[in-house]
């Protein structure tokens, strides 16, 4: 399979210098995410999540931000899913937000922590009822004998929780990606695109640096 064809040239939507940049990553960040609102970019809060075991073998799949402040990237899962364990067992994570219609991608990493259960709880009790009742249908990653399997078990869950409160699991909740690094990319014509990386320092402050494309 040939893929070359599928090339195609960057346009530029303003450049990313070190004088543009925003002193706080966090802030460069929330500027890039409301620029994909306001371009109407289908799922723009959608991240490719990474992690990895103790022993470096890397997994990563897409999720969905759920939340962002100073502490961090904010997002929910079951805890013993794949990511939920290596999570356990190497808290450690990378996240990718990619936003092609501008040419812009965000690389994120640092350390996870789980969300207090106060805060799952919130988020829990903010999703749509079917969307809570699939997190009692089954635990994530779990081999099934089929489609047919999870579709009783989402009807047991309905029955049981007929017109009463459905209180979150206790395997279910959030994490927060609390960030070392960010790096910006600014596509650009001829691949001279623009990438600018911040750095957490020992006194909480972000160094700033222009990378090579």
């Known amino acids: ?6 090339r195609r040239e960057y346009q530029q939507y303003g450049g990313l210098t070190k004088t543009d940049a925003a002193d706080n990553p966090f ?30 073998i890397p997994s990563a799949r897409m999720v969905v931000l759920r939340g962002l402040d100073r502490k961090g990237f904010c997002f929910y899962t079951d805890y ?3 990511k939920g364990s290596e999570l356990a067992a190497n808290p450690h994570a990378a ?8 040419d812009r991608q965000v690389r994120i990493s640092g350390t996870i922590v789980k969300m207090t259960d106060t805060e799952s709880d919130a988020y829990f009790a903010s999703r749509p009822r079917d969307s809570q009742l699939a997190v009692w249908t089954e635990r994530q990653t779990v081999v099934i004998s089929g489609r047919e399997h999870l579709e009783q078990n989402f009807k047991k869950a309905k029955l049981t929780y007929a017109d009463k409160h459905i ?10 990606l609390m960030p070392t690094m960010f790096e910006f990319w600014q596509g650009s014509p001829s691949r001279l695109h623009d990438r600018i990386r911040y750095t957490l320092i020992e006194d909480g402050n972000w160094t700033i640096e222009t990378l090579s494309p």
């Not at 371009?39 to 075991?53: E, G, S, V």
């Not at 996240?95 to 501008?102: I, P, Q, S, T």
């Not at 209180?167 to 927060?176: Q, S």
């Open 167 to 176: 209180p979150r699991p206790t395997h279910w909740g959030g994490y927060r």
């Open 27 to 56: 802030d460069q960040f929330e500027k890039w995410f409301n620029d994909a609102i306001e371009a109407n970019i289908d799922l723009p809060d959608a991240m490719t999540l990474a992690t990895a075991t103790p022993n470096g």
């Open 80 to 82: 013993d899913s794949q």
């Open 95 to 102: 996240a990718v937000f990619y936003w092609r219609e501008l």
């Open 1 to 6: 399979m040939n893929t070359d064809k599928l």
